[in-house]
């Protein structure tokens, strides 16, 4: 079974960088076909595709927030992190991890989500 | 890179069947059979229901099916049941590599 759990700050000052922490369980980051992605939910509004990382540290960013966003991955921890840099309280959402099917272009499995608050 | 289109809600009556379609691009839907659809219940996770060409996660009912025309992909749920009634979301793979997701479905039972 995998799980995914997401943590970081609950409360981010506008122009601040957001540094977000996705861990799993039952999976290695390290296994071929890995991959782990970043989705945000403003309140009450669509999902939104952010990034994704594969076992291979290959990177994919949305190309509205390329410039803002940075995904690493640290195999020994098992860990995903995800920053975002000048949040401003548009960036106001729940962020939620995924894992994707390693044999399709679909995400089977997600963390709870953290909110994060932008806001002075 | 935009949001696929989605209606903003769907209601049926118990037993029924609906539809809802997902419309995007030649660079995203149009390109790829790559749409999976997500639900969503307030307060929760999306939870994988169905993707590509009809695969299904173990335990999700096949009253959920897919199908696919030019840059429009779409969701019918068969035999509308009650616990059915939640938000649905699509996401397709791109050209560029990246996914874009719908602008999400409020499904409603009468």
């Known amino acids: 079974q995998i799980t995914l759990k997401e943590s970081g700050p609950m409360l981010v000052n506008p122009t601040e960088t957001l540094t977000l922490t996705c861990t799993l369980s039952g999976v290695s980051l390290s296994t071929r076909g890995v991959g782990v992605v970043w989705i945000r939910q403003p309140p009450g509004k669509a999902l939104e595709w952010l990034a994704l990382i594969y076992w291979d540290d290959d990177k994919r960013y949305s190309p509205s927030l390329k410039s803002r966003l940075t995904i690493t991955k640290d195999t020994s921890k098992n860990q995903v992190v995800l920053t975002m840099t000048n949040v401003d309280p548009v960036d106001t959402a729940t962020y939620y991890c995924a894992h994707r099917l390693p044999s399709g272009r679909t995400f089977d499995y997600w963390g709870q989500g953290t909110l994060v608050t932008v806001s002075s | 890179q935009s949001a696929l289109t989605q209606p903003a809600s769907v209601s049926g009556s118990p037993g029924q069947s609906i539809t809802i379609s997902c419309t995007g691009t030649s660079s995203d839907v149009g390109i790829y059979n790559l749409v999976s659809w997500y639900q969503q219940y307030p307060g929760k996770a999306p939870k994988l229901m169905v993707y590509e060409d009809n695969k299904r996660p173990s335990g999700v009912s096949n009253r959920f099916s897919v199908s696919k025309s030019g840059n429009t992909a779409s969701l019918t749920i068969s035999g509308l049941q009650a616990e059915d009634e939640a938000d649905y979301y699509c996401?397709?793979?791109?050209?560029?590599?990246?996914?874009?997701f719908g602008t999400g479905t409020k499904v409603t039972v009468l």
């Open positions: 996401c397709s793979y791109s050209s560029t590599i990246t996914y874009v």
